[in-house]
C-alpha cells in the first residue's frame, strides 16, 4: 500500500460524499475560486501517487471545513500528512517573510544559547517551581515584525504581571524552545517531534506541575498533539483563560474600570474550533467594566481565520481574508478588535498598516492585565 492510501484511510477520506459542503465553508475557496478541499481529496483518492499538488499550501489548516464535514472527515489532519509525504519527495510550500522563522525553529533545534528572558522587566520568575510560563515565540515575533509593533514581547510582560498578581512567580527558561506546531502543520514531523523533546526535558527538569500558555497554537499543541508522541507528559497545560477564571472564582481577582469603548472578538482557530474554548475569553472580556461587547456576523465555530497559518504561502488572499475580517469588525462599529493569539494580532495589525484603517487590534490579556487588581 502507498503512503498515500495509507494516510487516506487512517483519515477516513475515502467516506467524502463528494457535497461541496467543504469548498462552501473554505475562506480560501471564497476567494481563490480554484481552491476545493473537495477536488483535493477527490484528486488523492484517483491518484495515490500524486504528491506534487501546490495546493496542500493554501489550506490554512483552520478546520471550518471539519465542522461542518457531513462525513467528519478531519480535512486538516489530512492536509498535514499529505504535506509530510510531499516533503520526502521534495515538495514545499513558500515560507514567508525570506523564511526567517523556519530558519528561527530550524535553529532551535541545535544546542544554541538563547537570551529568550531578556524581555522580563518586571516581575519575578523561578528557576524551578509548580508553575511553569511557556512564552513560545513571541520573543522573536517582535523582532521580526518590529515595523508593525507586534506586540508579542508586551503581550508576555503583561502575562508574567497576571500571574504575578494572582500570586504565582512562574519558572520562565532560556531553554524553552518553539512548540513546535507550525512545522508540524507544514510537514516537518522529524522537527517537530525534536522540539517538542527538547521542551520536555526543560520544563520537566524545572519540576513544574502545571505549564501556562497564552498561545493558542502551543496550548493545543502541548494539550493534543505531545501526548500522541510522547505519551504522558507529566504536567498539566493549562490555558491562561482557565487559570484566570479559576482566580476569579476564588475570589483572588477583581477588575477596575477600563476605556470605555465598543470591542469585538476574534476566536482564534486552535482555541476555537480546535480545542473548543468559545465562552471563557468572552466571559472575561464581558467582566471588564467600561467595555460593550459586540459579536461579528461569523463568530464561534464559524469565526473566520486570520488568513495566514504557520508562516507559509502569505499571499493577496491572506490579505483579502484578513480585511474581510477586519470589515465585520467595523461594521458592527467596533472600535477595537480582540484577540488571543499573538500571531492573529500580527496578521490584524499588518492589513491594518497596509491599508490604514481606523480600529484597534489589541491583544486580550493586554487588556486584562490593565484593568486586574488583586484583592
Keep these: 500500500m502507498t503512503a498515500i492510501a495509507e494516510l487516506v484511510n487512517a483519515t477516513k477520506t475515502y467516506y467524502c460524499l463528494d457535497c461541496g459542503v467543504c469548498t462552501g465553508s473554505c475562506p480560501v475557496a471564497r476567494v481563490f475560486p480554484e481552491f476545493s478541499p473537495r477536488q483535493i481529496i477527490e484528486r488523492s483518492l484517483y491518484d495515490l501517487e500524486e504528491l506534487s499538488d501546490r495546493t496542500l499550501w493554501d489550506c490554512l489548516t483552520c478546520a471550518q471545513c471539519s465542522v461542518r464535514c457531513p462525513a467528519e472527515i478531519n480535512f486538516p489532519e489530512f492536509i498535514r500528512l499529505m504535506r509530510d509525504e510531499a516533503r520526502t519527495i521534495g515538495f514545499d510550500g513558500m515560507p514567508a517573510h525570506n523564511g526567517m522563522l523556519q530558519t528561527i525553529m530550524s535553529l532551535q533545534t541545535k544546542h544554541i544559547q538563547q537570551h529568550r528572558t531578556s524581555w522580563i522587566e518586571d516581575g519575578t520568575t523561578k528557576e524551578t517551581g ?56 507544514n510537514g516537518n514531523a522529524e522537527t517537530f517531534k525534536h522540539l517538542a523533546r527538547l521542551n520536555l526535558n526543560t520544563i520537566r527538569s524545572s519540576g513544574a506541575k502545571q505549564v501556562v500558555f497564552s ?161
Excluded at 215 to 221: I, L, Q, R, V
Excluded at 266 to 272: E, I, K, T, V
Excluded at 336 to 342: D, G, R, S, V
Excluded at 353 to 367: G, S
Aim: glycine share 8%.
Design 215 to 375: 498561545c493558542p497554537e502551543g496550548y493545543h499543541t502541548f494539550k493534543y498533539v505531545y501526548p500522541e508522541y510522547f505519551g504522558d507528559l507529566g504536567f498539566e497545560p493549562v490555558h491562561i483563560l482557565d487559570f484566570l477564571a479559576d482566580k476569579l472564582n476564588q475570589g483572588v481577582i477583581e477588575f477596575k474600570n477600563s476605556e470605555k469603548k465598543i470591542v469585538t472578538y476574534h476566536d482564534p482557530c486552535r482555541l476555537g474550533r480546535m480545542a473548543g474554548i468559545y465562552d471563557a475569553p468572552r466571559n472575561l472580556i464581558e467582566a471588564l467594566p467600561g467595555l460593550e461587547f459586540k459579536e461579528m456576523i461569523r463568530s464561534r465555530e464559524n469565526g473566520v481565520c486570520c488568513g495566514t497559518s504557520g508562516w507559509m504561502n502569505c499571499s493577496s488572499c491572506s490579505k483579502d481574508i484578513q480585511m474581510q475580517r477586519l470589515g465585520e469588525a467595523m461594521e458592527i462599529g467596533a472600535d477595537t478588535l480582540i484577540t488571543a493569539c499573538p500571531k492573529c494580532q500580527i496578521h490584524f495589525r499588518c492589513a491594518k498598516a497596509a491599508y490604514h484603517l481606523d480600529i484597534e487590534i489589541t491583544d486580550l490579556y493586554d487588556l486584562v492585565a490593565g484593568c486586574l487588581k488583586r484583592t
Design 130 to 185: 509548580d508553575v511553569f510560563y511557556f512564552v513560545g515565540c513571541r520573543p522573536y515575533f517582535d523582532v521580526i515584525f518590529r515595523d508593525i509593533d507586534a506586540g508579542s514581547i508586551q503581550g508576555a510582560q503583561h502575562i508574567l504581571k497576571i500571574l504575578n498578581l494572582c500570586g504565582v512567580e512562574p519558572v520562565v527558561s532560556n531553554d524553552e524552545r518553539c512548540c513546535g506546531h507550525d512545522a508540524l502543520w
